[in-house]
């Protein structure tokens, strides 16, 4: 591994006017391309103390072996040459988005004689005029059979064509009315073209010119008495009107906008994308991509609209960019971007995040859809087997472990400066979730906030509650070995299964306390980690460097899904506890209110939210509590709530550092 210093340009040479760098291996691979408005303080940047620097940066320049750049004269340019880079050398430490499946265009391919309308998916081609892309095929081909009644364009094959041309017949289609049929002749190529431009000025959302001159048309035809002519336009304006339908119309100012989203996690970002023309959604797309820098939201923003747009020609511009695009959060360079998406289009874009209103409603959609792709990737990569085997493969090696860790147990303490302290355990076997298994804990021996000492009592009660479960098992063992199913009631003895491996919250004093623990109940077979959240770092016991394992490493990531979900459980159990005791403490100064009708007041509302909203009225109605009993409730849970708020201006104290984190 190569150390920044040993390829560090020397002192002066490097340019401040703006250019596009390149970071390369010892192999001379391009693993980094980036842009910047002067070089010279930003590649200086990255040859700082590897201390100082995130660890994805860390681990890039610690990769490369040389660095190199090209000055260009406007920031435009270096965006443009920046793309062009990260395309050809698809460096491995860019964040490249891929689509987490194919979506289909509806297609016409203009460049021909007598253009063709299809369904399609993959790359675009030069000719071809793209709308879309969509969810679903079969919505796309239920769209264009009703619009071919009103624009009979051709969308047979070529060989059908061909062949239709040659016996001088034309195909179905063309005898029920669904094409001009002008293989045969029926209609001129510039007849044809008018019916294809008219189509494509429809798909593009200039509808209600088509609507009103079909309308005046079907009045005309009927005021003339040619009713099976009007008849015939009545058919067509419902068709239509039908495929209309088929879009929601979701901005009433009939808006050409991208709308953008994101859902992300320290390793994974997913971007949905509506696109909205005359204020219908027109299609929907996904991406799920890895993160492999330290960008928060606005770098990924920006990266993403790089990729979407950077390959857009000028000549497909007006229709693949619209006028506006809408973003969770403006990218750092979104000047330059504008002028740059300006220039593909030919007239001015915006890039603007939107405050209130229907665009703010509709980000909003299209974020819950982006939560949700994110959300059903993480199960889809979890779910799958070979990748499971192969994350326990990768802990066991990195780890040293006698044998793959098949029951993994994760540790978690919670607390709120030192009060209502919990824990959690939770299990993984396979690689995947045992929430049957899961178990929550009271810290009960320790006073104030103490994690070490909570993670050594967390860690004790379990396992000597394992010995004591497997003390019980061996008095009716088998042949086989102890009996870890209860006998009487088929069900797997609590806490009677040892794990593979333990891992903890925490770097190394929680991995120590766990440690202990275990010694001095005589268990020193059970092997004991700990993952840091600020650099994801594994720390094992007795050992004074931790073990860094790859950030693409699958092993990495199932341990930081067990991390997580072992957090989320405990903070939950927190909340619940926290909540439970603020409604008791505010409840004890209540006269005739005793322990019984407090658990009776707490199991009819569930929470103390739903306490709060409640009327005086709806608190009598619980069983025991009369009219001047449900007042008195009112008047504490209100008085509760006013110091509750008063205690939240004052500053916050870490109560095991002394340090204030937050100040009034």
């Known amino acids: 591994m190569a150390t920044p210093s040993s390829y560090r340009p020397a002192p002066g040479s490097i340019p401040t006017k703006p250019g596009v760098y390149r970071f390369r291996d010892a192999k001379g691979r391009v693993i980094y391309v980036g842009k910047a408005k002067s070089l010279r303080p930003r590649l200086s940047s990255y040859f700082q103390d590897i201390g100082n620097l995130h660890p994805r940066t860390a681990t890039m320049v610690t990769t490369g072996a040389s660095v190199e750049w090209t000055v260009v004269d406007t920031e435009v340019e270096a965006l443009q040459l920046e793309y062009s880079w990260i395309k050809e050398f698809d460096p491995r430490f860019n964040v490249k988005y891929r689509d987490d499946k194919s979506y289909p265009w509806l297609a016409v391919t203009v460049g021909e004689e007598f253009p063709r309308v299809m369904v399609g998916r993959g790359a675009k081609r030069r000719g071809t005029r793209y709308f879309g892309p969509y969810s679903h095929a079969w919505a796309i081909r239920e769209t264009v059979d009703l619009l071919l009644r009103v624009f009979p364009m051709r969308s047979c094959s070529n060989g059908v064509f061909k062949r239709s041309s040659q016996i001088g017949r034309p195909c179905l289609l063309g005898y029920i009315d669904k094409c001009s049929a002008p293989c045969v002749g029926s209609v001129t190529p510039e007849q044809h073209r008018e019916i294809v431009d008219d189509f494509c000025d429809f798909m593009a959302g200039n509808t209600a010119a088509f609507t009103r001159r079909i309308e005046k048309e079907m009045y005309a035809a009927s005021e003339a008495l040619d009713f099976e002519k009007a008849a015939r336009l009545r058919d067509d304006l419902g068709a239509l009107t039908k495929a209309l339908e088929k879009q929601a119309v979701v901005l009433g100012d009939g808006t050409d906008a991208d709308v953008i989203a994101l859902a992300e996690d320290p390793l994974e970002v997913a971007v949905q994308i509506f696109y909205v023309r005359g204020g219908r ?267 860094i394992m790859a950030r693409t490493s699958e092993g990495l990531y199932l341990l930081q899904r067990i991390r997580d979900e072992a957090h989320r459980f405990a903070i939950t159990h927190h909340r619940n506890r926290r909540s439970k005791s603020m409604v008791e403490s505010m409840l004890d100064d209540v006269p005739g209110l005793g322990e019984v009708r407090r658990k009776t007041l707490l199991k009819h509302f569930g929470s103390l939210k739903k306490l709060r909203e409640a009327e005086v009225e709806d608190i009598a109605l619980v069983p025991g509590i009369g009219p001047r009993t449900a007042s008195a409730i009112k008047d504490a849970v209100a008085k509760g709530d006013a110091s509750r708020k008063t205690a939240a201006t004052a500053p916050v104290v870490n109560t095991a550092t002394g340090e204030i984190l937050e100040e009034d």
């Open 281 to 547: 959604i027109r299609g929907q797309r996904g991406w799920v991509a890895d993160r492999t820098d330290e960008g928060g939201t606005p770098e990924l923003v920006q990266d993403f609209l790089l990729q979407l747009y950077g390959g857009v020609g000028a000549d497909e511009g007006q229709d693949s960019i619209p006028r506006e695009v809408l973003v969770p959060a403006l990218p750092p360079d979104h000047d330059v971007l504008e002028e740059l998406l300006g220039e593909r289009r030919g007239s001015k874009v915006a890039i603007r995040v939107p405050q209130r209103g229907d665009k703010r409603d509709l980000q909003e959609t299209v974020a819950s859809n982006a939560a949700q792709a994110l959300a059903l990737h993480k199960t889809k990569r979890a779910s799958d087997l070979t990748t499971r085997n192969r994350a326990l493969e990768e802990i066991q090696q990195a780890l040293s472990l006698d044998e793959v860790p098949l029951r993994i147990e994760c540790y978690d303490v919670s607390n709120l400066q030192g009060t209502e302290v919990v824990a959690s355990m939770v299990v993984f076997e396979d690689g995947l979730a045992r929430k049957s298994e899961y178990r929550r804990f009271v810290i009960r021996g320790v006073d104030g906030q103490n994690d070490v000492a909570s993670m050594h009592e967390v860690i004790t009660r379990r396992f000597k509650r394992l010995q004591d479960e497997q003390g019980r098992s061996e008095t009716v063992s088998t042949d086989s070995g102890p009996m870890l199913v209860d006998p009487e009631t088929g069900r797997p003895r609590k806490f009677a299964y040892a794990p593979s491996l333990v891992v903890v919250d925490g770097g190394p004093p929680q991995v120590a306390a766990a440690q202990q623990a275990l010694a001095e109940l005589g268990m020193d077979d059970i092997p004991v980690c700990g993952l840091a959240k600020r650099l994801e770092e594994v720390w094992l016991p007795d050992e004074e460097d931790p073990v």
